[in-house]
């Protein structure tokens, strides 16, 4: 490599690797030494992430060549403003939610701590990955932990779940090696900047082959951010699994929406010639329709878990829709609304496991149940987490509907977006409402059976990780305008890529260069 060699950017993926290697042949056996190595390699995690991050800061674009191998024939990790922030918040998410689960739940399954590492390595690498195929590596090792952590505690209803959960992701990731084998036959290659060259220069007769390859990948992207119609394993997936595993899941569906992003806005931009913005037609109907079906299935969950699943779903779509514009306004909005959409959903997973535990047989049902009124800090946990997923002032969820609503109010479509969003946010509001009334306010018929509590072991931890995560949303609220600041100088140089390519590639290419003649 020319230069210094910066070796934290790869530390990320590494260290989780190494980590869960060694608790499956070191530690095995003591589930309270696994809980240390892994709390501390989590922190570990969180520190570098910042590290990396203020190493961008200034919009540098700083690629790791493994093996030194010139780009774009070896594996080339890129750490950039996108990239370092998706690290940090998966690994600010992975660890509250370690700490949630270190509490009591890895202790219902095997090799809990392990699979975690995992699927933390997977996800940190496909930020961090510059190459396609990597891309899909990763994607099946974060996957693979995946189902072993859906799975975690047993059960049938969790088995079925996960049958289902299984079945589409080896679906999705079938058609990510088809479309990464079309790609690759028409350009020669898999590295995204070299996508970012070629593509644009692609011989004629080769465009509907390319296209169908990118239409492929933005399919498999959009299965993996629940983007409907393919979002309808997302609510029987999150509801079955354990609410320390769908917590983590969140991130994943922001994979999801952030490998979109990359993808597009390297070889489908602007300058790809005729294969310029190749998902934008399909990729904002659908999210509208995301958001509709999202709010009403909030309206008809009969269970807390319903509810949240469906407000995901609800969520994703906002998120999609601002994606989908592709300019700097919507990728802005789109940036702050996944950190605060991330951290809020997953508090809200582990809140409801807080609720199933204090109600014993009446579970998260939307059903009165005796003794249950009236938790105090439980409900005022819940509260804060209602109104920031809801988009109520004065938290993160307003302000980024209000970059939502403003980055759409010049588009064409500008009367069916707000229509939607706002018809939507208060019918997401009132589920909410009725959700948070039936549990914390009515209590039920004093002849009832009495409620069986589950042991409150390691309760403080637990509300202490809650608590931690809708923290969160107050600090995104009180210091929004420079994580604002900080998402529209990302959105920027997510479309003026040239920097990007000849950080990766060695050499500079304007963006007039890559246009097709």
């Known amino acids: 490599m020319s230069g210094p060699v910066d070796h934290w950017i790869i530390a990320p993926v590494l260290l989780p690797a ?216 997302l609510p029987t997936a999150y509801a079955a699994a354990s609410p320390p595993a769908a917590a983590m899941f969140m991130i994943m569906t922001k994979v999801g929406a952030y490998a979109l992003i990359r993808v597009h806005t390297l070889a489908f931009a602007a300058g790809s010639g005729p294969l310029a913005g190749l998902a934008e037609p399909w990729i904002l109907p659908a999210a509208l329709a995301t958001i509709a079906l999202g709010a009403v299935g909030t309206l008809a969950s009969r269970s807390l878990a319903g509810l949240v699943c469906y407000a995901t779903v609800w969520s994703m779509g906002s998120l999609l829709m601002t994606i989908g514009l592709f300019d700097q306004q919507g990728l802005t909005a789109a940036i702050y609304y996944m950190l605060h959409g991330t951290l809020v959903g997953a508090a809200l997973f582990l809140l409801l496991d807080l609720v199933r535990e204090k109600r014993g047989l009446w579970q998260d049902g939307l059903k009165p149940s005796p003794g249950f009124a009236r938790q105090g800090w439980l409900a005022v946990l819940f509260f804060v987490g209602a109104i920031s997923l809801a988009g109520l002032p004065p938290l993160s969820g307003f302000v980024g509907k209000v970059l939502i609503l403003d980055a759409t109010r010049s588009a064409p479509w500008a009367a069916w977006a707000w229509s939607i969003l706002l018809a939507s946010s208060i019918v997401v509001i009132f589920a909410l409402a009725r959700a948070g009334s039936v549990l914390f306010w009515t209590s039920g018929s004093d002849d009832a059976p009495p409620v069986r509590v589950a042991p409150e072991s390691g309760v403080g931890l637990r509300f202490a990780a809650v608590a931690a995560l809708l923290g969160t949303t107050v600090f995104l609220s009180a210091f929004a305008g420079p994580v604002t600041r900080h998402a529209g100088a990302t959105a920027a140089a997510l479309l003026t890529p040239d920097v990007y390519v000849e950080a990766v590639l060695g050499q500079r290419t304007t963006a007039a260069a890559r246009v097709a003649p």
């Open 18 to 233: 190494m980590v869960a290697a060694f608790l499956i042949l070191a530690l095995r056996h003591s589930l309270v030494a696994q809980r240390v190595v892994s709390m501390t390699a989590l922190a570990a995690v969180v520190l570098i992430a910042l590290r990396n991050l203020a190493e961008v800061g200034d919009g540098a674009v700083l690629p790791y060549r493994l093996g030194d191998w010139p780009a774009p024939f070896g594996i080339i990790m890129v750490l950039d403003r996108l990239s370092g922030t998706m690290v940090l918040l998966a690994s600010v998410l992975a660890l509250l939610v370690a700490a949630y689960a270190s509490s009591g739940w890895d202790m219902r399954g095997r090799h809990f701590h392990a699979l975690f590492q995992f699927q933390v390595m997977g996800i940190n690498g496909a930020f961090l990955t510059g190459d396609v195929f990597n891309l899909f590596v990763f994607f099946e090792v974060m996957l693979i932990a995946s189902y072993g952590l859906m799975l975690h505690g047993g059960g049938p209803h969790r088995l079925v779940a996960g049958f289902h959960y299984v079945a589409i992701n080896l679906v999705g990731s079938t058609l990510f090696l088809f479309a990464v084998g079309l790609i690759y036959a028409v350009t020669g290659t898999l590295n995204m900047a070299d996508l970012a060259v070629k593509v644009p220069l692609a011989d004629a007769g080769d465009t509907a082959l390319l296209a169908a390859g990118g239409v492929m990948l933005m399919l498999v992207f959009c299965i993996k951010a629940a983007l409907v119609p393919l979002h309808w394993w």
